[in-house]
């Protein structure tokens, strides 16, 4: 089992690091479990990274009411970036509202509308990104490095969580009280958009529950990825 007081440690030296060297920086949270671990980390601790989700349209509702969390417990509004209206009008006059069930390259095409591009805006002007993004989640993350270089935006990813294993970040949450997902209390270890999500089944991996009915290796939506392949070019020295 590892130590949590450890991995908290280095996780706040890693984060005070990013806030000091890679300024202006920003973290991309998907309002999950992981992703409050780092905004209560964030937070309590001043640090100016900014804080923004993508607020894709078809998120669930207690989803969006982590946000409210967010605002009750810490005064902090989390920064939205919402797809461009055109582009999501576009693709379901043409494919249909749910066509991304119909292939892998349909739904790619529905998460580069939603997610990627307004990823895109967010990440514009800054030297840096976080994620929550864990090794231990999927075989597509099982490569992950704390810190990265992203060519592709032309900035440096950090991963701070990357060595956490699911344990560590509910065992943070308890001992700090951290608002999370009810989707968490109803089998829903990884949430993305309402209908690209469903519980999970005991045993199954932790991410069975996003685009179930695609194959494990193609379970990515695109924002860690260029050209079809993970954005994992070259890890880089801490």
């Known amino acids: 089992m590892s130590d949590l007081t450890t991995l908290i440690d280095a996780t706040g030296q890693t984060l005070a690091r990013i806030a000091a060297d890679f300024s202006p920086a920003v973290f991309a949270s998907s309002l999950a479990a992981e992703d409050m671990v780092l905004t209560d980390m964030i937070l309590k601790a001043k640090l100016p990274i900014g804080i923004f989700s993508l607020e894709t349209g078809r998120l669930h509702q207690e989803t969006l009411a982590v946000l409210d969390k967010v605002k009750a417990r810490y005064g902090h509004d989390i920064t939205l970036y919402r797809p461009q209206p055109e582009l999501v009008a576009a693709y379901v006059e043409q494919n249909g509202l ?7 390259e349909m739904r790619r095409e529905c998460c580069r509308i939603r997610k990627v591009e307004p990823l895109g805006r967010a990440l514009a002007g800054n030297k840096a990104w976080v994620t929550g993004q ?3 989640q999927s075989a597509t993350r099982a490569e992950l490095h704390v810190q990265e270089d992203d060519a592709a935006h032309a900035m440096t990813k950090f991963n701070p969580l990357a060595d956490w294993s699911e344990q560590d970040v509910w065992d943070y949450i308890r001992a700090n009280d951290v608002p999370y997902n009810a989707l ?4 829903y270890p990884s949430i993305g958009c309402e209908p690209c999500t469903r519980a ?9 529950g996003r685009w179930w009915w695609e194959n494990p ?5 695109g924002l860690h990825m260029v050209d079809g392949k993970l954005i994992r070019i070259k890890s880089v020295a801490a």
């Open 184 to 187: 968490h209390d109803q089998g």
């Open 134 to 136: 864990r090794r231990a």
């Open 217 to 221: 290796d193609s379970k990515e939506c």
């Open 98 to 104: 749910n066509a991304f069930y119909n292939s892998v």
């Open 200 to 208: 999970v089944q005991p045993g199954e991996d932790v991410r069975a």
